[in-house]
């Protein structure tokens, strides 16, 4: 059984497209023979197109580019020199650095949400996922499916019609409230003279698609643009292969191969018994042993879904609703103090200690007076203070709905690690939907991905997660320096993001200055956006479309 949709090029298309992509018919694929500005266009126009990469590739750029002699472009061309050199500096002396100096574009189409959080994993490496403010899940595939992961060992057995049957019901719940809600957000925030009609509309667009992706399963597809080095790409394929999740494993297979067409010589030990086979099994046994004496220490609280596992959680009782929550559980009582020795350190002629029980002497006028000139004059949310803000840090434990910690898990520095994913700990309807009435209606199909899930989870305990409605609630930790902590709360609380995540966030800062005390590195955070958002992202897409009629007039 084929688990993925294939797309239709004509002749002349494919011959286009050859050049430029290392396969025109699998889900997984690389850029080629392009500059690298036009790869990362064709990226950040991804995230917000529901069209694939080679589509997006024949419909938006193609024509601005000069193809002249491309068709005689080999990328193969001094390939064996360059593996000879490799083979030599690597393969002889270990080096593994040269592995860190070539990178790939590649294109991960058709991949459920839970697989984008292992694809996502990564520190060193950059991902753009298609987003469900401005993709509406409510089209179908070109193969009249509609985008949530068919898993071939789950339809072919006898729970594969009711799998397909009640994730239809949850896609046909989506698009029918979908048009009801955007009506609802035009009565109350009427347009006014002074928006542009598009900037308006697509803003609409943003909140409806913001207060539904609650209801999206877990399963739906996304497509993922990963830009990352050989070493980068090797540590992630390893983990992979050692997932328990099929559909993992899979992918792995169609990324190793695709890559192998680029940088093959990176790759060499992944197939290697010594190497990649002892490493995957070292990486799947960290995730099983643990797993295994937690179980026998605490059953009661044992879930069948450790660390980046997102499996069916048999664990603790929830109840049909549930409250997101953010507790801040670990900070240092002394970490401004440790702050202000970091910012003077670089300008000092002695030993940390000695500096420490100076700065430990300060009065309060001259702390503020270091702080206001270690943090300087921030005129926008990327000015950022240095790295001596990394010497404090915060631990959160998390409950919200998986949406968010999409979005949350997605911040790189962050040291970020989360339960299985069920519906355990409940969901919530979000303000909006009950308020334009349709609350019943969003309940339903959550009850709906609730007994679904129950009735796989027994048989299918991985695959069981793709039937998770996204609105169901996930407990994570988010660890991070006061720097990092500046740079998410900054970010993602400004009005044009999601309401679920705002709100974390600012709990999240709030905690900083009243819990741990740290009134100085909180005030630092000075873009921390408490506002009420409304049309949230009205006053952006507003700059958008000014930008384009400037462009335009140019």
Known sequence: MVAYASEHFTPSEREVLRPYVTNLDSPVFALVNLPEVVKGALFARYSRSSK????????????????????????????????QLYARVFGDYGDDSVAQLGGVHLACEQASNVLTKVLERGRLMSYLEQSTRYIPYDVRLSSGHYRYYRDPELLESSLGARYVGEMDRMFDTYGELLPRLSEHLTRVHPPTGTISPIAYRQSVRARALDALRGLLPAGSLSNVGIYGSGQSYELLLLKMRGHPLPEVRRYAELMVDELRKVIPSFLTRLDRPERGGVWSEYLAGLRQGPAGLVAELWPELADQAAGDTVGGSVGIEGSPSGQWSVDLVDYDPEGEEKVLTA????????????????????????????????????????????????????????????????????????????????????????????????????????????????????RFPEQATYAVALGFHIRYSLHCSAREAMHITELRSTPQGH??????????HRQIAEVAGHQAIAAAMRFVDHSDAGLGRLESEERAAQRRLTAEGG
């Open 499 to 508: 309401p679920a995540y705002r709100a974390i966030v600012q709990e999240m």
């Open 343 to 458: 910012l003077c350190y670089p300008f000092v002629n002695c030993s940390e200690q000695e500096l420490a029980e100076r700065v430990h002497r300060l009065g309060p006028d001259e702390r503020t007076a270091l702080f206001a000139a270690g943090v300087g004059e921030r005129s926008n949310r990327r000015h950022r203070p240095g790295r001596a803000f990394e010497r404090t840090a915060y631990r959160f434990d998390v409950v919200s709905d998986y949406g968010a910690f999409r979005d949350l898990q997605r911040h790189r520095m962050l040291t970020v690690e989360w339960q299985g994913l069920s519906t355990n700990l409940g969901y919530e309807i979000p303000g909006l939907v009950a308020e334009a009435g349709l609350g019943d209606a969003y309940a339903a199909s959550q009850e709906r991905s609730r007994e679904l899930h129950a009735a796989l989870v027994e």
């Open 52 to 83: 694939s990469l080679r589509r997006l590739f024949l419909d938006e750029f193609v024509e601005d580019l000069d193809t002249t002699g491309d068709a005689s472009v080999d990328a193969s061309v001094g390939l064996r020199r360059a593996e």
